[in-house]
């Protein structure tokens, strides 16, 4: 090839034609091309930046001038030292990013190499990554080694739109009577239960996974302590419940980033299960521990504060998750979340926003907890949206029965402790002290007991029978 000027020559055994506006000369088997259209086009391009510098760090948050990606893109930072951290885009400072490290700040410093990651971040899955733990970059912790799968699945996955979900028809049993008989769930419902700490939810929690008819657990501990983490595995989920889960785990002092992305790494991991056909049971504890994790990232990126210092991002992310449980013509995910209400206040602005997303709630009560009472389900605080699409009418019936006869005796319950109550005075109140002990016998249930779900149907019945036969004939005393 010969160039004299801008003009370049090309050799060609093709007729005289023009390509792309630029005109071809045949001239003695020679055809020459004038490139200087070529050459204008190129000059116009926005020439992308795919590598910049650190230029500062400030607590969580380093900036950077470069490249030129956009907000949610992963960018690696090359440390002095040879190691290389993951990042991700949160905000920009003028033309400054700013990005969050996916692991600890310690050893990045001013100049260090930033560059764009031109891959999406994918998660390598198959039925072998039951039994695993794994963290919220989605690399094992178990020491039994690497992943193995046949697909790749990308981590920032959509949901379902709504038109193409499938209706809630089907009950998941979950082993629990308390819940099966007055609050069940359907497959592909989204609940929340709600609780202060100690009062038994990650016990539940573990139970659940045992004892529930689901195919497939995918449970997701966000912000725990190292040491609950470990209890939980070996006391709570137990052998039997790992064979069929799988748990991803972004401890307390995981950055941030890492503890968000744990949430999406286990539903991406429970969408690869319901597209197989499966019914998944998704367990997250908690939304709360999400929550504070997003508000770290949004105040660190500048974001103002709102409510108890919870940024706007925060709301934008919780039904970002949700949402994206749910039933599915091949299978569903069932969402059980634990919500941390602090200081018992149902109020909280997280929680007040998980009660307007989810599908129901379960309230576990301090003071039943403090009887000894397991499971601490407060009945009458707690409701699910989709019971009645769920159950028999027989079921739903005997279950409005059961939760009356607790009402009432809970709400006659001081006068009858203190003997102010004339026994024959009030026959439903005759009533609900009668069948009191068949209640609570029936609502409490200790810890890796299994019920099936007919069992609990015919208990429920059989309770709520007796109150019938008992207002028709009338009691006397207790």
Known sequence: MGTTGTTNTVRANSATKAVDGADLVGANGQTVIDFDKFHSALRSVNLMNFRGAVVRVAGLTVESTGPRVGLGELCGIEMSDGRRVLAEVVGFNEDRLILLPLEHVEGIGPGD???????????????????????????????????????????????????????????????????????????????????????????????????????????????????????????????????????????????????????????????????????????????????????????????????????????????????RLGCARQGSITGILTVLVESDDLNDPVADSARSLLDGHIVLSRELAHRGHYPAVDVLGSISRLMTAVVSPEHRTAAQKLRDIYATYINAEDLINIGAFAPGSNRRIDGAIALIDRVTGFLAQPIRQRTPFHETVRMLTGITTSWDELLGTGVKGR
Not at 147 to 172: H, K, M, Q, T, Y
Not at 175 to 199: M, N, Y
């Open 113 to 323: 190499m930033v560059s764009a990651r031109t891959t999406p971040r994918f998660i390598r899955l198959g039925r072998s990554i039951l039994g695993r733990a794994i963290n919220g970059l989605g690399e094992p912790i178990d020491n039994k080694g690497p992943l193995d799968g046949d697909e790749n699945r990308a981590l920032d996955g959509a949901s379902p739109p709504p038109l193409s979900r499938e209706r809630i028809s089907r009950p998941l049993p979950l082993g629990i009577r308390s819940i099966d008989g007055l609050l069940t769930l359907g497959k592909g419902q989204r609940v929340g239960i709600f609780a202060g700490s100690g009062v038994g939810k990650s016990v539940l929690l573990g139970d659940i996974a045992n004892s529930s008819e689901a195919s497939v657990n995918v449970v997701a501990l966000i912000g725990e302590r190292g040491r609950e983490v470990r209890e939980f595995l070996e006391n709570d989920l137990g052998s039997k419940g790992l064979r069929r889960s799988v748990v991803v785990v972004a401890a307390s002092d995981a950055p941030p980033i890492q503890r968000v992305k744990a949430a999406f790494v286990a539903v991406t991991i429970a969408e690869y299960f319901r597209d197989k056909g499966e019914d998944v049971l998704f367990m997250m504890d908690s939304l709360t521990r999400l929550a504070q994790a997003q508000r770290e990232i949004g105040l660190a990126a500048g974001e103002p504060p709102a409510a108890k210092g919870y940024c706007p991002s925060v709301f934008a992310l919780l039904p970002r998750l949700v949402e």
